[in-house]
């Protein structure tokens, strides 16, 4: 009993170092990543000979190729920018994928923002990304409220055309009680039970795009932190538990690094009846519908 409880202390002072040093970094990264990323539409594979690629882009390449040049991208949460992307990003093209763009929109979003007209920007933004790569699907992955804005683009703006496999960090996707702190219209949107969130609770039984919801019950964010959990009939959706690693820290951590880069080279179609990757999941949750698979992973 006593282990059980250090243990439990340990980790939880773990995430409380691993955000604390984590915020500490962004501040610093926060006004390079205001600039806009420019598009590299060939990634390192501008040419037919794979010798100059390192060999996990390599193997990558070879055995999954539809998964190495399938764009992937990012878009941050509320007030932020894509350096919040740094680690993941740079994580993503170690592993092989060729085209990974971070995203920003306006840090007004947060005053004057409005999730659907976001969306409908960020589909644009998608339309781009197709256009220049020649490729007609991309992966997404949002971080908080930019997860909510992808899955609004999926779900009520026709993305699921577009989009392959969203992968949601910490997003609110049952609204967060933390939104009634602020006054304003999009603050609105994001509180439980708003009409924007039974929009998306709307029958959706023809949507195309495989959901992974991350989330962790140390969310200083989402609450209560259940509230970031994806459930919704018709969605083909995998859910993964990060134990220790708080809201902010999500995108860096390096298991949610390793757990986004394996969701995005599976085969696109149903989850597997465990959600499964390289980590050792403490538990396994039951499948809650025919479309959901669950896990929990620990460091």
Request: glycine residues 10%; proline residues 6%.
């Amino acid at each position: 009993m006593g282990n059980g409880v250090l243990g439990r202390l340990a980790s939880t002072l773990r995430g409380v170092a691993v955000e604390s040093a984590w915020l500490a970094a962004h501040a610093a990264l926060y006004p390079w990543g205001a600039m806009a990323e420019r598009l590299h539409p060939d990634g390192p594979y501008f040419h037919y000979r794979t010798d100059a690629l390192s060999p996990r882009a390599r193997g990558l390449l070879v055995s999954a190729m539809d998964a190495a040049g399938t764009p992937i991208l990012l878009l941050h949460g509320i007030g932020d920018n894509r350096s919040v992307f740094a680690v993941l990003g740079a994580a993503l093209r170690r592993r092989g994928f060729g085209v990974v763009h971070a995203v920003n929109y306006s840090v007004l979003t947060a005053v004057t923002g409005d999730v659907r007209t976001a969306a409908s920007m960020f589909g644009e933004q998608v339309e781009q990304v197709c256009q220049l790569t020649g490729s007609d699907r991309v992966h997404v992955v949002g971080h908080s409220l930019g997860g909510l804005i992808a899955r609004y683009y999926v779900q009520r703006r026709g993305g699921d055309e577009r989009v392959d496999t969203l992968v949601t960090l910490g997003t609110p996707h049952r609204g967060t009680v933390a939104a009634y702190l602020l006054p304003t219209g999009l603050a609105r949107q994001l509180r439980p039970g708003s009409q924007l969130l039974a929009e998306l609770d709307e029958p959706a039984p023809d949507c195309g795009t495989r959901f992974v919801s991350v989330w962790t019950p140390s969310d200083q964010i989402v609450l209560p932190q259940s509230n970031a959990r994806l459930t919704h009939p018709d969605l083909a959706i995998e859910e993964h538990c990060l134990r220790d690693v708080g809201h902010w820290a999500l995108p860096v951590d390096s298991r949610a690094s390793r757990l986004v880069a394996d969701c995005l080279v599976r085969v696109h179609g149903n989850p597997p009846e465990r959600a499964t990757s390289e980590y050792t999941p403490l538990r396994t949750l039951p499948i809650t519908h025919g479309h959901s698979a669950s896990s929990e992973l620990s460091s």
